[in-house]
Each structure stands twice: as C-alpha cells, then as structure tokens.
C-alpha cells in the first residue's frame, strides 16, 4: 500500500521559511517522481514542484522558483520541500504526491494527506 505522510507545514510571517518533508512506502522509491501540489481556498489544485528520485531531475512552478528548493534523500525515502521567502499568496494545503512515471509529468496518482501552510502578511 502506497502511503505518503507529509509534516512541516504550519503559520509563518511573510518573508519566513518552513521546511516540508514526505515520508514514502510501500513502493519503490526510485520507480516513481514525487511531487508536490498545493490548493488554496477557491482556486484549483496546481502543481509547485517535483523530483525525479531516479536522476535527481527537478521541475518548479514559475511562481516558486528562486524560493522554493525540492530534495530527495533515497536512503530514508523521504523527499523535503524547502521553501523560503514565504508569501502570502502561498498559503494553501500542501500535498504530496507520486507521478505516474519515474520523471515529472504533472500527473499525480497517490495523495498524501495534506499540510496547512498559512502565511501571514
């Protein structure tokens, strides 16, 4: 069974830092890119970031990038999000997710259950 349990979210002052982690199972680790999604109230799930496990490639939204560094630690499972120069317009539920291939597509097929990020202006 595929479980993906993320942590690290919490409320942060414009300008501040946090640090998201991913803990996987129950597939193997480098058989699949692992993303994450965010959704803020009212709007759409978009895609922020995604790791490729197999070749360390990276993919980041526009609005992240430069903030935003994603990371994976194969040995743990684990992948970290860690996101800096926060904004308010960050503020979202943050999910991780497993791509459908081995190398960012955009297409995610497993959720975790999702992290509160809130930053305050």
């Known amino acids: 069974e595929v479980q993906l349990v993320e942590s690290g979210g919490g409320l942060v002052q414009t300008g501040g830092s946090l640090r998201l982690s991913c803990a996987a199972s129950g597939f193997t680790f480098d058989d699949y890119a692992i993303g994450w999604f965010r959704q803020a109230p009212g709007k759409e799930r978009e895609g922020v970031s995604c790791?490729?496990?197999?070749?360390?490639?990276?993919y980041y939204t526009d609005s992240v990038k430069g903030r935003f560094t994603i990371s994976s630690d194969n040995a743990k499972n684990t992948v970290y999000l860690q996101m800096n120069s926060l904004k308010p317009e960050d503020t979202a539920v943050y999910y991780c997710?497993?791509?459908?291939?081995?190398?960012?597509?955009?297409?995610?097929?497993?959720w975790g259950q999702g992290t509160q990020v809130t930053v305050s202006s």
């Open positions: 997710v497993t791509e459908v291939a081995h190398y960012c597509s955009g297409v995610a097929n497993y």
């Open positions: 790791i490729s496990s197999s070749d360390g490639i990276t």
